[in-house]
DNA sequence: GCCGTTTTCGGCCCGACTGTTTTCAGTCG
C-alpha cells in the first residue's frame, strides 16, 4: 500500500461518510488526512518504522490505526463496512456537479435512484421535480451536467497548456470592454499546477453588472451556468469551465488572494488570522474586537498584515510554506534565467525535425552554454533510433560542429532504451563514448510493479548512465504513469548519484511537483529537460519550471543551472 | 476524527449563487 492508494481509500471513505450523513467534521478529518498524505515527501510505510506517523498533522490515532490496518490487509475493517451499507454507484452519483451528498441521499431514499443512469433516466421521466425543493428547472441542470461529464474524458481537468491559451482568449477579449479596468488570471492555473479543473479570472469594474453581461455575453459562450451581480460562470468550447469574479480596485488583493488558493492555503491563513484576533474573507481582514474591515490592494500587503513574507502563487497548496514563511525559510525558487542548457533535445538523426545545427543556433539564440543532442537508440524503432554505427556517426558528427561553434557547447548524448529485462540498449563501450546518457523506458509499459521498478534500478545502476528521463511515463489524456515504486527508484537515483528528469513537455510533465520535491528531500539533484523534437519545444522549459517551483526547487536542486565548466567537471567530460 | 500557552470538551474557514422557497438549504470553491 503506498501514499496514494491509503489517500483514495481516505476519500472515498469520506464521500462514503458525507453520504449517510456523518459529521461534516468527521468527514473532513478523512479528506483533510487524504490531502496531506498525497503531499508527504516519505512513503508511510517508512514512517511508520520510525514511529512517526502521528506527528502528521491532522493523523490521529485513529487514522494512525487504520492506516497500519491497510499495511497489513490493503483496506479496513470501517471502510468494508461502509461498503456493504452503500450502493457502489452513489459515489458516482455525487461526483455529478451540482448533487452532493443531500440530493444523492434524497434521489435514493425516495425514488431508488443508485447509479448515474438511473437518476438520468429519473430526470427524463419527470420524477424529480416532485421531490421537495425540485423543480423543472433541477431536472435540466441535472441532465446537462450528466451529458457534459460523458463527453468529458478527462474527469474535467484540462492541461495546463491549454487552460492557458483559453484563459488569455478570454482575458483579451475582456479587456476590450470599457466598463472593465482590469482582468487577471487566479485558481490553479494562476498556481501553475500541471491540469486544471476550470479558469478562474477577476477583474476590476466598477459597473459589475454591466462586466458580467460582457463576459456571459462573449460570442464563444456555450452555457451560461450561473451569473449573478458580482459573479458569473459559463462553459467555453473545449469544455472549459470558467468563473470570473468581480471586485473593487480596494480588495483586489484580497480577491486576487482568495481566488488563487489553493483552498486548503487559504484555510491554513484563515486559521492563522483567528489565531490573532482576526477574520479573513475575501473583500479583507476584520478585527474580531472591533469588527473593523481592513481592505488590501495588493497580495503583498495581506501576506504581511499576517506576519508572512510574500508566497508565490506555485507554494501556496499548504505543503509547508506558511509555516516556513513564518520561520522566514521560503525557498529562493528557481526561475527561467537560471538555465543555461538542457540536456534531451532530438535531432532529425532520429525523430526530431531539425538539424543539429538548427538545434545549437536555437540554444544559442536562448541564452544557453551548452545544449545536448540526445536521439533514441535503436529499439525504439518507431522514432528512427540510432544502430550502433550510427551512435558512433552522430559522435562524429558533434565533434565536428563543435569546431563550427564558440558560443555554445554540444554535447553528445543518447535517449537510451531500457529495455525490458532492464539492460541498456547500447554497450557500455558505446555508452562510454558519449558525454551524457539518459535513459527511458518506451516500451513494455504494462509490467507490474515489482519488474518496472527492478528494470529501472537496474538502469540507474549503471556507471554509464546520467539522468533518467520521464520517470514515470505518464501523458495527459493518453496514459497513466507505468507502475512502479516511487520510493525505490529516488533512493536508487540518490545512492548511484544519478539525476532525474523534471520533463518540460506540457503534455507529460514528469515528474511532477510531488515527485519532484521527495526526490529534492531526498538529496536527489534535478534537470528541467524539454525533450524538444522541433525548436520551438525548447521554450516548452517554462513549464518545466513551473513544476520545480511547485515542487520547492531552487537554483542548487538543478543540473541544468550548472555552468558549462561545472556540468564538465560534474559529468567527466573533456572540456574541449 | 483532530486538536489544545485560554480548552481533554467543544470547537472545527467563509461567502456567493441557485432554485425553490416566502426565509433558506444545498452546493461549490
Not at 423543472?136 to 450528466?146: A, Y
Amino acid at each position: 500500500m503506498d501514499n496514494i492508494r491509503i489517500a483514495e481509500k481516505f476519500n472515498h471513505m469520506a464521500q462514503m461518510l458525507e453520504f449517510k450523513g456523518e459529521s461534516q467534521f468527521k468527514t473532513r478529518a478523512y479528506t483533510n488526512a487524504a490531502r496531506t498524505i498525497k503531499g508527504l515527501d516519505e512513503e508511510l510505510q517508512v514512517l511508520h518504522k520510525e514511529g512517526s506517523i502521528e506527528d502528521i498533522p491532522g493523523i490521529g490515532k485513529i487514522l494512525k490505526s487504520k492506516i497500519v490496518e491497510m499495511f497489513e490487509t490493503g483496506t479496513f475493517e470501517a471502510y468494508e463496512r461502509t461498503m456493504d451499507e452503500i450502493p457502489a454507484g452513489i459515489i458516482e452519483i455525487m461526483n455529478v456537479p451540482g448533487i452532493g451528498p443531500k440530493t444523492a441521499r434524497l434521489f435514493y431514499e425516495k425514488l431508488g435512484v443508485q447509479t448515474v443512469d438511473e437518476l438520468s433516466r429519473a430526470a427524463r421521466e419527470h420524477r424529480i421535480r416532485r421531490l421537495p425543493r425540485m423543480g423543472e428547472k433541477q431536472e435540466d441542470k441535472i441532465l446537462r451536467s450528466i451529458a457534459r461529464q460523458k463527453e468529458d474524458k478527462d474527469h474535467g481537468r484540462h492541461p495546463y497548456v491549454l487552460a492557458k491559451d483559453i484563459a488569455r482568449e478570454i482575458t483579451d477579449n475582456l479587456k476590450q470592454s470599457s466598463d472593465i479596468e482590469k482582468v487577471a488570471v487566479a485558481g490553479s492555473l494562476r498556481r501553475k499546477q500541471d491540469t486544471v479543473g476550470d479558469i478562474d479570472l477577476i477583474a476590476i469594474s466598477e459597473e459589475p453588472e454591466k462586466a458580467i453581461s460582457c463576459f456571459t455575453g462573449m460570442e464563444k459562450v456555450e452555457e451560461i451556468l450561473e451569473s449573478g451581480t458580482t459573479k458569473a460562470a459559463i462553459i467555453y468550447p473545449g469544455n472549459f469551465h470558467v468563473d470570473l469574479r468581480i471586485v473593487s480596485r480596494d480588495s483586489y488583493g484580497s480577491m486576487l488572494q482568495h481566488f488563487t488558493g489553493s483552498k486548503e492555503h487559504n484555510i491554513h491563513l484563515r486559521k492563522l488570522a483567528l489565531s490573532k484576533g482576526y477574520s479573513l474573507n475575501e473583500y479583507g481582514m476584520t478585527d474580531e474586537s472591533t469588527g473593523k474591515l481592513t481592505k488590501f490592494s495588493s497580495e503583498d500587503d495581506l501576506y504581511k498584515n499576517l506576519g508572512l513574507e510574500y508566497l508565490s502563487p506555485e507554494l501556496r497548496e499548504d505543503r509547508g510554506e506558511v509555516e516556513a514563511s513564518l520561520r522566514g525559510k521560503l525557498p529562493k525558487l528557481i526561475e527561467r534565467k537560471d538555465i543555461k542548457g538542457d540536456f534531451h533535445v532530438h535531432s532529425n538523426w532520429s525523430d526530431g525535425a531539425n538539424t543539429m545545427e538548427e538545434l545549437a543556433e536555437a540554444a544559442i539564440l536562448r541564452g544557453y552554454e551548452y545544449i545536448a543532442i540526445t536521439d533514441h537508440s535503436h529499439s525504439t524503432g518507431v522514432a528512427n533510433g540510432l544502430s550502433d554505427k550510427r551512435l558512433l556517426e552522430h559522435i562524429d558528427a558533434i565533434d565536428k560542429l563543435n569546431e563550427k561553434y564558440d558560443e555554445i557547447r554540444i554535447l553528445s548524448g543518447t535517449e537510451c532504451d531500457i529495455k525490458a529485462d532492464g539492460k541498456l540498449d547500447y554497450s557500455n563501450d558505446l555508452l562510454e563514448q558519449l558525454d551524457i546518457v539518459v535513459v527511458a523506458v518506451h516500451a513494455g509499459l504494462d509490467q507490474d510493479r515489482k519488474k518496472m521498478t527492478k528494470r529501472i534500478v537496474s538502469a540507474l545502476e549503471n556507471e554509464h548512465v546520467d539522468i533518467m528521463a520521464h520517470p514515470t511515463g505518464r501523458k495527459f489524456g493518453k496514459r497513466p504513469p507505468y507502475d512502479m515504486d516511487m520510493e525505490t527508484v529516488i533512493q536508487a537515483a540518490k545512492d548511484n548519484e544519478k539525476v532525474l528528469e523534471i520533463n518540460s513537455s506540457p503534455w507529460r510533465l514528469d515528474l511532477n511537483d510531488i515527485n519532484a520535491k521527495r526526490a529534492k528531500e531526498h538529496g536527489v539533484m534535478l534537470a528541467i529537460n524539454t525533450d524538444t523534437h522541433t525548436i520551438d519545444h525548447l521554450d516548452n522549459v517554462e513549464f518545466g519550471i513551473n513544476m520545480a517551483r511547485r515542487a520547492w526547487l531552487e537554483p542548487d536542486d538543478v543540473l541544468n543551472t550548472m555552468s558549462l565548466k561545472q556540468i564538465c567537471s560534474r559529468l567527466d567530460i573533456p572540456k574541449e
